[in-house]
């Protein structure tokens, strides 16, 4: 069969002009699907301290450590400061997620086996154990908390009338879909000092990702 050119030129303008239709609807705002962020990439952060404490936190007291500004310091033995804190997120997706943050330790804190021995923990709002930290980097000479191994810094808290040293432990965990309840994320961050005024802790850039 004989296809005449008019019969092929307007085949093929029909063809272009579907297409462009197509591509057009598919471009209309609401016509896309939202997608949620790609793992690796942020789902939520906000541990930028330097610029105010978001609503999403039970406290608001910063303290600037170095050149970083710290959500605390946190003491559960000494009223001055605040306990614990606790994040809560809604309007996230339960799922498989990563949190990370930088966990400052402020003074030396005794790993398990001392008979003062501290601790850190993670609980989700179940009071499920996420994370329980036994071991901690911070060392000093003897007994002389004016002269810390190690540490990042210097810094002076409102428990303490000397500068005391501080490390930095960057700290990653899992979080699973059973952690989120009514549609809510709720997580706990408690440190169990054994001491009331040398010893204290704070968070900083805290991030939850997609896994």
């Known amino acids: 069969m004989r296809v005449s050119k008019a019969y092929f030129l307007t085949f093929s303008i029909m063809a272009l002009l579907g297409a462009a239709l197509v591509f057009s609807a598919a471009a209309l ?65 339960p799922g498989k997620y990563r949190l990370r943050f930088d966990l400052y330790l402020i003074g030396s804190w005794d790993s398990a086996g001392s008979d003062k021995a501290d601790t850190f923990d993670v609980l989700d709002g179940a009071d499920r154990t996420l994370l329980h930290m ?10 002389n908390e ?43 961050f408690v440190g169990h000092p054994t001491a009331r005024r040398v010893e204290s802790w704070g968070l900083a850039d805290v991030r939850l990702e997609p896994r």
């Open 29 to 93: 705002p609401g016509t896309a699907r939202a997608a949620g962020p790609a793992m690796g990439q942020t789902a939520w952060s906000g541990g930028d301290f330097a610029s105010g404490v978001g609503g999403e936190w039970s406290v608001s007291e910063t303290l600037k450590v170095g050149k970083t500004t710290i959500l605390g310091p946190f003491n559960y033995r000494n009223d001055s400061v605040p306990s614990a804190a606790t994040l809560t997120l809604e309007n996230l997706t």
């Open 134 to 143: 036994t071991e901690f980097p911070c060392r000093i000479e003897g007994t």
């Open 146 to 188: 004016s002269k810390p191994i190690g540490n990042a810094g210097l810094v002076r808290t409102p428990l303490s009338q000397r500068e005391l040293g501080y490390w930095v432990v960057p700290v990653s965990l899992d979080i699973e879909p059973g952690s989120f309840a009514d549609g809510k994320l709720r997580l706990r």
